[in-house]
RNA sequence: GGAGAGGUGGCAGAGUGGUCGAAUGCACCGCACUCGAAAUGCGGCAUGCUCGCAAGGGCAUCCAGGGUUCGAAUCCCUGCCUCUCCGCCA
């Protein structure tokens, strides 16, 4: 959601940052819609204000009338009451209608990236920032996970008959892996970056799926359930709506909270991709981390929460790279966006394992998510303003899963599980195939 | 799922048709008193929109949406949420 205050102070700046998105030029438009609407508001309000005016008058007229028996005043009064009754309701709904048509053009648009984000329309733009690790040498040819998982318990086929593509069934060791994977993650972000663990519902309702910009331009992404709420696709839904409609203290802040859920996606529009294996999944688990800021502070947060889920990749020893996302392939709500790419030997190739944004006060625009800066030099109590959100992953815990299978592969199809990841999986150093 | 009660400012809590954007207390901010502090006294203290160069006006908001009325925090309807009891259930 834009500020309409900006839009109408700097449209030329509106318009050059939804270019950098390839977005069309929209501020003529938005702007004479904000001025009909201010027209048509300025004309209501001063119906009103006769009405009102008229009101009172009619209660001291009726006071005046019973002590002199003189009810003229007051009927004339009520007859010009009448009359504008008439005209304010026209008034009052094309005053909401345009209010409502505005608010849906704020809310339709990207964010506008930030300065420092680079030129180009897809991933080809996007900018390596560094890398990590070394990808192991191996004396053999390194296999997909797709092909190693069904012997070691990732059993697509059952996953496939109990509820179609995209979904798979975990088994034994694999289950184990998995769980661990998550568990690992959690306490590392709670204990060691310093975010509070949260289990926060996965079915939110239109307002929430808004907040964070999945709604309206979404919907299809979405699972939807019958009563009418929405699957959470990543818990920055829930996390950060948590926020939402409130004024918070200036001390709260920075609120960093960390989850680990199932995430739903559709996954509409992208068929034919990853379909093999276990990349891309109807259903999968991540931990996701989410910091609600001061707007100063935004940056170095959303630093701050790169190096939590680059924290991981490190743990486990899994080598990864860091991009910085060029403006046309960032998602709708970011400013500026960082994602982590692990190495896959199997498929000899660098994959998204991790994505983490600053959105500014992008979503807390759209879910009136705001605090109270504390008062200046001068002791005056400023007003509420708009936080800033950021989102995470940290990490996509499937995809982990996929990373841990391919690197750490051995030739004989059992695989090794790393050093920091066997306090949780009982003391399992190796995964053995059919057993 | 059934029955009942309720949703008012940062918090507590008055307010049952007009002068109520809303008493009072607490919290918070400023000033006075004080060597300093506490206590006390005085003043200030919601949000959004809008008009205006400004000073300062205006409109809306007492959970949300409809309705009655010249006029609604107050009356009526619907929805959402909270609490209590019963039922069911992990």
């Not at 819609?33 to 027209?39: G, S």
């Not at 896959?344 to 994959?351: E, F, S």
């Amino acid at each position: 959601m834009h500020d309409i205050k900006f839009i109408r102070e700097n449209p030329e700046g509106f318009d050059a940052g939804l270019k950098r998105r390839g977005v069309e030029p929209a501020a003529a438009t938005i702007l004479a819609l904000d001025t009909e609407r201010r027209a048509v508001a300025t004309r209501m309000q001063e119906a009103q204000n006769r009405r009102n005016e008229a009101s009172k008058a009619i209660g001291a007229a009726k006071a005046r009338a019973k002590v002199t028996g003189a009810e003229d005043e007051a009927a004339a009064l009520m007859a010009e009451v009448a009359e504008l009754k008439q005209t304010l309701p026209a008034l009052e709904n094309e005053e909401k209608e345009l209010t409502a048509r505005l608010h849906d053009e704020l809310a339709r648009f990207p964010n506008l990236p930030d300065a420092d984000v680079p030129k180009g329309e897809d991933e080809a733009g996007n900018v390596e920032v560094s890398r990590w690790g070394t990808p192991r040498a191996f004396d053999f040819t390194p296999r997909e996970h797709a092909d190693i998982g069904p012997a070691l318990g990732l059993d697509f086929e059952t996953g496939a008959a109990i509820s179609g593509a995209r979904f798979t069934f975990l088994r034994g060791q694999m289950a184990r892996l998995q769980r661990a994977l998550g568990q690992f993650m959690l306490d590392r972000q709670t204990m060691e970056n310093g975010y509070v663990e949260c289990a926060p519902p996965l079915l939110v309702k239109d307002e929430a799926a808004f907040g964070t910009g999945q709604l309206p331009k979404f919907a299809e992404d979405l699972f939807r359930t019958t009563d009418g709420r929405w699957l959470i696709p990543t818990a920055e839904v829930s996390l950060t709506n948590a926020v939402s409609e409130q004024i918070l203290t200036d001390g709260a802040l920075p609120l960093r909270m960390t989850a680990l859920t199932p995430c739903f996606r559709s996954e509409a529009g992208a068929a034919g991709k990853d379909t093999r294996g276990y990349i891309r999944q109807h259903q999968f688990d991540k931990v996701e981390l989410v910091t609600i800021s001061r707007p100063e502070d935004s940056s170095d947060e959303h630093e701050r929460m790169t190096l939590a889920a680059e924290s991981i990749l490190q743990a486990l020893d899994l080598p990864y790279r860091k991009m910085l996302l060029c403006a046309g392939d960032m998602g709708f709500t970011a400013r500026k966006t960082y994602d982590l790419e692990v190495w896959l030997p199997g498929q000899g190739a660098y994959r998204e394992i991790s994505s983490c944004s600053n959105c500014g006060p992008f979503q807390a625009r759209r879910m009136n998510a705001r605090y109270r800066p504390e008062p200046g030099a001068d002791g005056r109590k400023p007003g509420p303003e708009f936080v800033h959100t950021l989102n995470g992953s940290g990490l996509a815990v499937g995809r982990t899963l996929v990373a841990v299978l391919e690197n750490y592969q051995q030739a004989d199809g059992s695989v090794i599980v790393p050093e920091a990841l066997r306090p949780y999986t009982g003391g399992l150093a190796v995964l053995v195939p059919g057993t």
